[in-house]
């Protein structure tokens, strides 16, 4: 299985802030990613002397070239004010003066070149802002900017594509079908007969936009420091966030690389469309893509679909690339919609495409989460964090300002629902901040200007649309959140079920942290299930119900609760005495099934938790290579000790494939944290990283079959064993899940791949605590006295505690392993009831027309609502419908099986035909019934 990591987010193409680093300097003919960048002759060929006059003469040309844009600017602007000014003299009367400024201001930016038609095209979407008669003037915008002439077309056809006009097409009208500010589009039919739409670069335009951005650069940069009450708007570094984009808009090479970008992140979309890219046929100047047919998204009611429905499912679509694929349309307005008959929306035009860290999407989220909740106080201190560059200079008046704009929150998420408009929150809050000498962050200067348009789009199709409740919807789906409605309905439905479970949580949380170690972090479980007899594949609450259980207690208990042999062994083994801190044979009979399991030199070493073993291991990596740092990989969960935490569950940071070490708890030691170095499974640029950094790594970890994606990539596992063995760094896999649960030989023995050590827990254990770190003997035997206490203290690994191998716990694992080895068939079975499983749970879903992915392989099961089928984990926490997966648990109790809330699922050997069968069954009634209670509602 391969991985595929967007390539537009790789660092090398994409700068953090959102600007493409392959950008070419604004006005460069943008030939150095063209397929003219062979005829230049290399570096060394050019004389330096000539090549520095060449650069000397365009410089001054650019230079001339924005003083000119700048007079323009000035000249056109001062007209354009004196006009308006005269017609309030001439015509003080006037029923709609915004009307008449809309007319002149329309005229004014025709005039001022693409730039600034940019403007004309965002407020025509602004019914809010003008009247909706004004915004008409802007909407006629697309369609009347003026064509490139047809001899200009047809040379920068001639020079833009590979191959001539006639090789490449059957036919081509060269009369537009639409033309914009930087481009115009064609239709075409390829060689072959397919439809194509074809996007050319008008002429001229790329300088037009050089000397433009250069001359509003340089009068921002002005006014900025003439003017000290503009300073708080920190217009330049606004434009600086602005500027880069707007150049690539001219490149259409890149558009095409943005476009399959956005295609890739709305793949299996329902409703949404990206036509696909000829890639073979696009070069700087020209696009070739898909034809699609559609109604233009300035006539929604001409779509013949409902409008209400058009306009929901913008706004979905809007906000799903802004939280949840972090790459947004920039500029969504009318013209670059297209409205198909069954509700199908295309989008079209990719020439501005802001990106957000998952930082960004994480602060965003904090924020928007704290409203949701009404937490004002929260949702300030977030809001300061997240938009406000100097947050310092409010610390002096903090109680003063939190209050302000805690009101101003309140009153839009709570008071003035009806008229949500994001900008205008957004306005009302950072202009109170400027108050205080607050800027606002230039970093979502974008992000405002794609809401602006976007949610003006929305009201725009459907002018009854409540943005606001719509909004709560949606991230109503896609988070964890249950509104208090949702909440109190489980209350009743799980007390009416459980009402002594309920009760022994409410009791618990006097004395315990909480009634069960779920409920405690991150994501807690609100219902907790109080079990008191759990046998085969059945467990049974206080409350005397009995479910089907699909948790396995997280793993250990493969063989089912209470399997006869491992309660045998455990009975005989309390009968002689718990042992421990002693040797024992149950201690040499356990580390000898676990060595047998793997290459037959291996060594053992035991512990009591899966959280220990990676412990153990990473000293011993670092005692044996004498190096301190570690790598690990995003989203593997490796146990709860600090470094096993960093990036593992909930929250990422930093590039796709550059991640940046992110703690996942409070308390953490930062030094272990920033020691850790982040990869990505399955990415080849982790093993370049891995390499650059070799002088300093002992080893790296990872889950070999991530239990998320219960998949490998084993060529990925070779390549990572190569690149370690070569630079002597240990490989160390987890397989505290996957060991003796997929084989008994683990995920390694699946994928044909040796590590150099293997952390064990769960199943070892049968059911008790244990873990263990088995081996290369000679990289174990660091942990091993040298008989000399001196040389052990500086290079031995100390690891092992009071109950390490104690006798029952060694007793019940024995039990287990010695069962699972001497019956090899049971893997097979299980392998078999996880596909009828999965493919019964799929088809229930897709019968009822709900998007589910079911991703499942030897026992190891995880269920996503959510209609593509992400390969990161990342990408997973994003987009998903949490709560529903959070419902499913709920609803499943109600038809007697029990599904752990957000954690993997499992099966045993001692789940029958018919249990699955039940499971089945309870999975049609419970998403059939969560569908009717609008648990799945777009
Ligand atoms: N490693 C992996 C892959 C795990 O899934 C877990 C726990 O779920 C651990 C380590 C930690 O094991 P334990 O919870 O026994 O400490």
Known sequence: MAYRIPPALSPAAETAAGGSAETPA???????????????P???????????????????????????EAGRLLWWTSCFALRWALDRVVHPGRPDPRLR???????????????????????????????????????????????????????????????????????????????????????????????????????????????????????????????????????????????????????????????????????????????????????????????????????????GHSRSSLARRLQDVFYSMVFFHGRFHVDPHPGNILFRPDGQIVLLDFGLVGTLSADDKWNLSAFYYACIRGQWETATERFVRTFVANPEVLLPRHEEYAEGLAAIL?????????????????????????????????????????????????????????????????????????SD??????????????????????????????PTHLDRYGLPSAFPLVVTKASGARIHDLDGNEYIDLSCGYGPHILGYGHPGTVQAIHEAAARGSVNALGNPAEL?????????????????????????????????RAYTGRQRVAKFEGHYHGFSDQSLVSSLFRYSGDVRCPNPVANSAGMQRTLVEETLVLQYGDPGSLDRIAAHAKTLACVILEPMPVTTAAFD????????????????????????????????????????????????????????????????DVIDIARTTGDPYVDIETRAFVGGTMSGNSITAAAGAAV???????????????????????????????????????????????????????????????????????????????GVYVPELHTMMLSAAHTTEDLQQVSHAFARSIEEMNEDGFFTT
């Open 589 to 621: 009979r356990l580390a000898e099934l676990i060595s047998q399991a793997f290459d037959t030199d291996t060594k053992v070493i035991l512990g009591n938790s899966g959280t220990e073993a990676v412990q153990m291991a990473l000293r011993m990596a």
């Open 410 to 482: 309140r009153r839009h998420f709570q008071a003035e629902t009806s008229r949500w408009s994001t900008m205008t929150f957004f306005d009302e809050a950072t202009r109170l901040l400027y108050g205080y000498g607050a800027r606002a962050s230039t970093r979502f200067s974008l992000l405002s200007l794609s809401l602006l348009t976007g949610e003006g789009f929305v009201t725009q199709t459907d002018p009854d649309i409540n943005l606001y409740r719509n909004a709560r919807r949606f991230t109503d789906l896609f988070s964890p959140y249950m």
């Open 42 to 68: 290399p570096d060394g060929l050019v004389p330096q002397a000539a090549a520095r006059r060449r650069a000397r003469v365009s410089s001054l040309r650019r230079a001339a070239g924005a003083a000119v």
């Open 485 to 514: 409605e949702v909440r109190e309905r489980f209350e009743h439905e799980i007390g009416g079920l459980s009402p002594r479970s309920l009760a022994a949580r409410n009791d618990a949380a006097r004395y315990l942290v909480a």
């Open 714 to 777: 084993r060529d990925f596992l070779r390549q990572l064993r190569d690149v370690c063995a070569r630079e002597n760094i240990l490989v160390i896999y987890d397989e505290v899940i996957t060991g003796f649960r997929v084989h008994f030989g683990g995920a390694q023995h699946l994928a044909g791949v040796r590590p150099d050590l293997t952390c064990l827990g769960k199943i070892i254990g049968g059911g008790l605590p244990c873990g263990a770190v088995a081996g290369r003997p």
């Open 101 to 303: 400024l809309a007319a002149l201001l329309r005229g004014y930016l025709l005039r001022m070149g693409p730039l600034y038609m940019k403007a004309g095209q965002v407020l025509g979407t602004q019914s809010g802002l003008l009247s909706s008669a004004a915004a008409g003037e802007f909407r006629t915008f697309f369609s009347e900017l003026p064509p490139m002439p047809e001899a200009e077309l047809r040379k920068t056809m001639d020079r833009g594509l590979p191959v001539p006009v006639t090789a490449a097409f059957e036919s081509f009208d060269w009369q537009p079908v639409a033309v914009g500010s930087v481009a115009q589009v064609h239709r075409a039919v390829l060689k072959g007969g397919t439809d194509v739409a074809v996007k050319v670069v008008k002429s001229g335009v790329r300088q037009r936009l050089d000397a433009g951005t250069r001359a509003l650069k340089a009068l921002l940069a002005v006014a900025h420091a003439l003017y000290p009450p503009l300073r708080r708007y920190d217009l330049p570094g606004h434009f600086a966030e602005l500027r880069p984009l707007l150049a690539g808009q001219c490149d259409m090479r890149q558009e095409a690389a943005r476009q399959n970008d956005v295609a890739w992140n709305f793949r299996d979309h329902p409703f949404l469309h990206v036509p696909r890219t000829y890639d073979d046929l696009c070069t700087s100047d020209v696009l070739v893509m898909e034809y699609v047919d559609g109604v233009p998204g300035m006539n929604p009611s001409r779509a």
């Open 26 to 40: 604004l006005g460069t003919p943008a030939l150095g990613t063209s397929d003219r960048a062979g005829l230049r």
């Open 817 to 895: 392993l010695a069962h699972l080895k001497s019956h090899p068939g049971l893997y097979d079975e299980l392998q078999r009831k996880t596909e009828w499983l999965s493919q019964n749970l799929t088809a229930h879903a897709a019968a009822g027309g709900i998007p589910c992915k079911v991703t499942a392989a030897h026992s190891i099961f995880s269920i996503t609502f959510d209609h593509a089928t992400p390969q990161l984990i990342r990408d997973r926490l994003t987009g998903s419908n949490f709560k529903a997966n959070l419902a499913l648990s709920y609803y499943m109790r109600k038809h």
